[in-house]
Structures are given as C-alpha cells and as structure tokens.
C-alpha cells in the first residue's frame, strides 16, 4: 500500500514518509508491520531510512534495475539459501494444517517423472517457496523472497541456467529435498526446518557448477573446433593460391 502511494504521486521523491504511528493508524496495523514495510522497501530501492531523521521516498529513475539487479545464478541462489532458510525456520513456528497439506500436494505435483509436467512443476516448485515465505509471518522476509524470484524467473541467464538443471534433476531427488522441509515444518522444528532448506539449496548450488561447467566445456570445444576449421582453410587456401 506504500508502494502504491509512492507509485501515485501521494509521496514524490525527496518527501518524508509520515512516522511509523501515523501510517498503523492509516493502514490499521502495528508499528513493527510498518517497519518490517518499510525494511523492505529501502532493499528495494525506492526508500532511504535515516536514523533519527525519519524516511525518504528516492527518485525513481533507474527504479526498475533495482529491483531486478545485475547478478549471477550463483549470487542468486546464495540469497535465496540465507533468506528462505530463515523463512523456513520462522514457518516452522507459524505453519498451519491446511498450508501443510497444500505443501505437500505441490511435493507430489513436483515429483512426477513424466515431461509432460515438466511446466506444472515448475510452478508448483514456485508455488512452495512463496508459500513457505508467506507462513513465516514476516511481511519483509516474504517480500524479499518474492523480489528474489521475480529475478529467478524474469532474468534471461538465470532462467536458462534453472531451465538446463530442470532438465537433468531427477524428480526423486527434488522430491524428497521438498519432502524433507515439509517434514521438518510438521515437526514445528525450526532448526529441521533450516537445516531442510539449506541442504536443498546445497543441492541446487552443486548441480549449478555442474551445469555450468558443462556448459563452459561445450563452449569451449565449439571455439576450438571454430579455431581449427579456420586454419584448415587457412591452409587450404594458401595452397590453392
């Protein structure tokens, strides 16, 4: 709701956004919810809070390279294993019977060895990392996460590199790394629930350097098969003449 203020000219850049009491009265919700509002809206670029002077609405330009910020596959997936694994620990704690079960049927929906839900996988996968942010029941860790899988999915290179591990992952792997965290969350075991989440991003990170890896070779032997093909008709040229 700030955002759309901002967005609509109610605070231009450079104003003050009103204090942390007056915008819970305004919107009827805590002063910790405003907070944890306005946290991420500074990592998204459109505020500065400064201490003992209040917060600041930034110009706009360049607003949109902020929020979806030049970085790697690996950068990305580094956030999301600090983030969503603390968001996995505090679920554990908020988690309810009916997100459970919903969590569950979108790990049965992940597991399917057929091609043919290939797509329908993927948004499941989608579908239960945001899932597990909402259930953490803070406002500004779930923010974050979404932001970090806007980058996930609308970012060329990454999403090329997701797409090559996708096609080489097998479905009872991704399946029993999710089942796990679910596990863990119907424990209320916050500790297991990180834990969970860390060894899934682990898992993730090392088929990402496989991946690559074996993407950097097929470059590589394509150059080299250019290189060679050029100086053989190089010298077959300078025979002929």
């Known amino acids: ?12 850049p450079g104003s003050r956004l009103p204090g942390e009491r007056e915008l819970a009265e305004r919107f009827g919700v805590s002063r910790v919810t405003v907070r944890e509002a306005e946290i991420a809206l500074q990592a998204l670029g459109h505020i500065n809070i400064k201490t003992g002077s209040g917060v600041y609405v930034l110009d706009p330009v360049g607003k949109e ?26 679920a554990a704690r908020h988690v309810t019977d009916e997100t459970l ?31 597990i942010a909402a259930a953490s029941g803070n406002a500004a860790v779930q923010y974050i996460i979404e932001t970090l899988w806007r980058i996930r999915t609308e970012v060329p290179d990454i999403r090329e590199v ?48 496989d991946v690559t890896e074996e993407k950097a070779l097929e470059e590589l032997r394509k150059k080299t098969t250019e290189s060679r093909q050029r100086y053989l008709d190089s010298v077959v040229h300078g ?3």
């Open 101 to 131: 079960e919903h969590l569950s049927e979108l790990v049965d929906t992940m597991s399917k060895d057929d091609p043919k839900f290939s797509e329908a996988s993927a948004e499941a996968d989608q579908e239960f990392h945001l899932a």
């Open 1 to 12: 709701q700030i955002l759309e203020l901002i967005n609509d000219g109610a605070f231009p």
């Open 162 to 209: 997701h797409s090559a591990i996708c096609a080489v992952e097998e479905a009872s792997n991704r399946h029993n790394e999710h089942a796990d965290v679910v596990d863990a969350l119907r424990k209320r075991d916050p500790a297991a629930a990180r834990e969970a989440m860390q060894a899934h991003f682990r898992g993730l990170l090392g088929s990402m350097i």
């Open 65 to 90: 390279a902020r929020e979806l910020p030049h970085v790697t596959a690996f950068e990305l997936t580094e956030a999301r294993l600090v983030f969503e694994s603390e968001a996995a620990a505090l």
């Open 239 to 241: 025979r002929a003449v």
